[in-house]
Each structure stands twice: as structure tokens, then as C-alpha cells.
T-cell receptor, first 110, second 113 residues
Framework: RKEVEQDPGPFNVPEGATVAFNCTYS??????FFWYRQDCRKEPKLLMS???SGNEDGRFTAQLNRASQYISLLIRDSKLSDSATYLC???????????FGGGTRLMVKP | EAQVTQNPRYLITVTGKKLTVTCSQN?????MSWYRQDPGLGLRQIYY???????DKGDVPEGYKVSRKEKRNFPLILESPSPNQTSLYFC????????????FGPGTRLTVL
């Protein structure tokens, strides 16, 4: 079983749609959580951190459920420019070792 | 401009020919790491370094070496590359601590024939 699991997609949605991704992690000692965005084999870039209380950044909302060990990302009013792969990332030790999910590919169509 | 640079960006080589991929960051970050990304397997950590002269194995260290003689540089060395090391490699750096953003380099696409 992978430590961080995501549905690889692709999720094909029309512009303006709301789309949600989930990610599950296996290590209950995980300490911090992130969503990174990766465009077409370019480098990953931080989209947002995920806090226990949930957090929002514009059209993006991230939630963490520690009891069920999953993280979610909600994108409202999808734009063409949101098309990318979204990586769920977990840090489960005191250092900076990150464990990446395989990514969920989103394609927003006109 | 704050950035992580990698060289070369693309490399085609043959089995057994030693190579080095350089990584440099200008953000004075203590932490640096190397990942490889393969289809269906995601990003996997090869080696990481918490500071100068401090390195440790990640999840897939076999066939790789690293060194951290200076804070800004963290080269990845393949002493005897093999075809299963064909991959997309990313270097990353960050400040210490579990909640800090990792900044990635642009990637190095390596093909070993």
C-alpha cells in the first residue's frame, strides 16, 4: 500500500465547474500536509499548506481530516489555467522529508 | 531572483559512464534534497541534506551519491549509470522545519542507454 494515495484521474471538467480531489495517507504520525501543483513535467510548486482547521486561498480550499487520514482540495470556478497535476504531499517526521502522492491530473476544457 | 538551478537540463548518456548533475540554490537554505520522478511512481526522494557535511539516504538511494561541501551546492553523482536510472530528476531546497515550502529546480531529464 502506498503511503500517500491519490486518484490519478484525469478529471475532465468544463470551465466554471467545481472539482474536488481527495488524498489518503497511511502514517498516522504525519505532521504537515501540502498541495503542490505541477505543470506538464515542470517542477512542482507549492499551491497551499493544509491546516487542521481547513484553509482557503481564493478559489482553493484545503481540508484535513486526521481521524480518517485524508486531505482534500476543492477548486471552485475552474479556469483553463488550473489544468495541471495536483500532488498531495505529507511530511511525517521532524525533518523535511516529504512523501508525495502520485498526483491527480486535472484538465479544464472550454 | 531566488531560485534553484540544475545542470544539465537534458542528458543522454551510456551505461557505466560516470556523471554529475549539479544543483545550486541562492536562498541560503539549510535543507536540500534530490528526487526522481517516474510515470506511475510519483516523486521519490533519493538523498537529502540537513546542512553542510550532513547527508542521508531517502527512499531510493541505490546507485547514487551526493555531497554537501558548501551550503548552496548539492550535486548528485551517478558513478555507473544504468538504464533503470533513466528518469526526471528534481533538486529542492528549503528552510528547516516541517511546514516550510520546498523550492524545486527546473528538473534534469536523464536518459541512460
Amino acid at each position: 500500500r502506498k503511503e500517500v494515495e491519490q486518484d490519478p484521474g484525469p478529471f475532465n471538467v468544463p470551465e466554471g465547474a467545481t472539482v474536488a480531489f481527495n488524498c489518503t495517507y497511511s502514517n498516522s504520525a504525519s505532521q504537515s500536509f501540502f498541495w503542490y501543483r505541477q505543470d506538464c513535467r515542470k517542477e512542482p510548486k507549492l499551491l497551499m499548506s493544509v491546516y487542521s482547521s481547513g484553509n482557503e486561498d481564493g478559489r482553493f480550499t484545503a481540508q484535513l481530516n486526521r481521524a480518517s487520514q485524508y486531505i482534500s482540495l476543492l477548486i471552485r470556478d475552474s479556469k483553463l489555467s488550473d489544468s495541471a497535476t495536483y500532488l498531495c504531499v505529507v511530511n511525517y517526521n521532524a525533518g523535511n522529508m516529504l512523501t508525495f502522492g502520485g498526483g491527480t491530473r486535472l484538465m479544464v476544457k472550454p | 531572483e531566488a531560485q534553484v538551478t540544475q545542470n544539465p537540463r537534458y542528458l543522454i548518456t551510456v551505461t557505466g559512464k560516470k556523471l554529475t548533475v549539479t544543483c545550486s540554490q541562492n536562498m541560503n537554505h539549510e535543507y536540500m534534497s534530490w528526487y526522481r520522478q517516474d510515470p506511475g511512481l510519483g516523486l521519490r526522494q533519493i538523498y537529502y541534506s540537513m546542512n553542510v557535511e550532513v547527508t542521508d539516504k531517502g527512499d531510493v538511494p541505490e546507485g547514487y551519491k551526493v555531497s554537501r561541501k558548501e551550503k548552496r551546492n548539492f550535486p548528485l553523482i551517478l558513478e555507473s549509470p544504468s538504464p533503470n536510472q533513466t528518469s526526471l530528476y528534481f533538486c529542492a531546497s528549503s528552510l528547516p522545519g516541517t511546514n516550510n515550502e520546498q523550492f524545486f529546480g527546473p528538473g534534469t531529464r536523464l536518459t541512460v542507454l
